[in-house]
């Protein structure tokens, strides 16, 4: 009894936790999702680029269509100023919504350029170069 009280009690808190990172608010669902598919991508061309994944030319350039793809997006995604407690977009991005869109063009550049550039496994790591520097450009001024 006093076991299973204690293994409930556990899963309320997993439960918690869980809730706590995930946003629910349609529109951060929304954005935070175009994220992690970016951010799913950009890790396979990373394995890819260290050899944990085998190299296959084809689905790198995918994945960099992916990231142009999401990337293409992220202006319309983030276009209301939607709030969420599990989100990390700063309020600046509604001030400075030009430079942040220029952000995403820049990302959807890179993207597009390393899915044209990668065509042996040692074209990864230059076109992820220019892919992280979007991410990081971004990430410094607009995300927590
Ligand atoms: C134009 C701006 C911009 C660019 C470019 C950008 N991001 Fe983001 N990213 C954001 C913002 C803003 C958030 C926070 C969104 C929120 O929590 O509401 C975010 C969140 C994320 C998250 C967390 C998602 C989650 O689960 O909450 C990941 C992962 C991520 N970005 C990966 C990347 C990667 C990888 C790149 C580059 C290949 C990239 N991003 C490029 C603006 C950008």
Redesign the pocket.
């Known amino acids: 009894m006093i076991r299973s009280l204690v293994a409930g009690a556990a899963l309320i808190a997993v439960a918690a936790a869980v809730q706590a990172a995930e946003?629910t608010e349609p529109n951060?669902v929304a954005?935070?999702a175009a994220?992690?598919t970016?951010?799913k991508n950009?890790k396979l061309l990373g394995n890819m680029a260290k050899g944990s994944v085998a190299f296959d030319a084809s689905a790198a350039q995918q994945a960099a269509l992916a990231?142009a793809g999401e990337?293409a997006n992220?202006p319309s995604l983030?276009e209301t100023q939607a709030d969420?407690p599990?989100?990390?977009?700063?309020p600046v991005?509604w001030q400075q919504y030009d430079d942040?869109?220029m952000?995403?063009a820049?990302?959807e550049d890179a993207?597009s350029a390393a899915a044209e550039s990668i065509l042996a496994q040692a074209d990864i790591g230059p076109a992820l170069g220019q892919?992280?520097a979007?991410?990081k450009?971004?990430?410094s001024t607009?995300?927590e």
């Open positions: 946003p951060v954005r935070t994220m992690k970016i951010g950009t990231i990337a992220i983030f969420d599990a989100s990390e977009a700063k991005i942040f869109t952000k995403a820049d990302l993207a892919l992280g979007a991410c450009a971004c990430h607009y995300r």
